[in-house]
């Protein structure tokens, strides 16, 4: 069965960095492209980044260009996304998903972690 | 990249059937066939029920199903149950290489 788990939500204040992991485990994690996805408190979902099966091409959303940065550990089944100059309207919740084979859809999702901005 | 344009809410009575639009550009529902649709409880994660504007994922029931029309997809959901009651999604590939969803449309059962 398909398993991805978030980690490393928490508290962080204004202008701080943080990592987030998803670790993935049930499925060949090598050979799928990946997503990152939050969602604000009581708002809908909005597409972070996402990055081909071999790290080869990584895309952005506007909101997080040039702060966060994807990567992923194929030999350790890890997907990363390393957030930097944190605002308050970054506090979400983050969720990583598995780009389904068809392309351009999330097939499998993660229980997400939550990352609150604040001082 | 603007959000694509869902309605705010939809409801029906169980037993009928309900439709929810997705309105978006030639910049991304218009141009690809790459259209998904999530169903949302809260304080869950989503789950595809739709990709490539109307294929079903394995497990996923045949009540639900989608289609497009120039820049607008929508996703149907006939025979509604009380447990499809939530918030749904829809979600496009765009021209820049990235996704935009929609601002998610809440489903009240009757």
């Known amino acids: 069965e398909v398993y991805l788990v978030e980690s490393g939500g928490t508290l962080v204040q204004p202008g701080g960095s943080l990592r987030l992991s998803c670790a993935a485990s049930?499925?060949?994690?090598?050979?799928?492209?990946m997503d990152w996805v939050r969602q604000a408190p009581g708002k809908g979902l909005e597409w972070l980044s996402y990055i081909t099966s071999g790290s080869t091409d990584t895309y952005y959303a506007d909101s997080v260009k040039d702060r966060f940065t994807v990567f992923r550990d194929n030999a350790n089944n890890f997907l990363f996304l390393q957030m930097n100059s944190l605002r308050p309207e970054d506090t979400a919740v983050y969720y990583c998903a598995r780009d389904g084979m068809r392309g351009y859809d999330m097939d499998y999702w993660g229980q997400g972690t939550l990352v609150t901005v604040s001082s | 990249q603007s959000a694509l344009t869902q309605p705010a809410s939809v409801s029906g009575s169980p037993g009928q059937s309900i439709t929810i639009s997705c309105t978006g550009t030639?910049?991304?529902?218009?141009?690809?066939?790459?259209v998904s649709w999530y169903q949302q409880y809260p304080g869950k994660a989503p789950k595809l029920l739709i990709c490539?504007?109307?294929n079903r994922p394995s497990g996923v029931s045949n009540r639900f199903s989608g289609s497009k029309s120039g820049n607008t997809a929508s996703l149907t959901i006939s025979g509604l149950q009380a447990d499809d009651e939530g918030n749904y999604y829809c979600a496009s590939f765009t021209s820049r290489r990235t996704l935009v969803f929609g601002g998610g449309t809440k489903l009240t059962v009757l």
């Open positions: 049930g499925f060949g994690f090598s050979n799928y492209h």
């Open positions: 490539g504007v109307n």
């Open positions: 030639s910049g991304d529902i218009g141009g690809y066939n790459y």
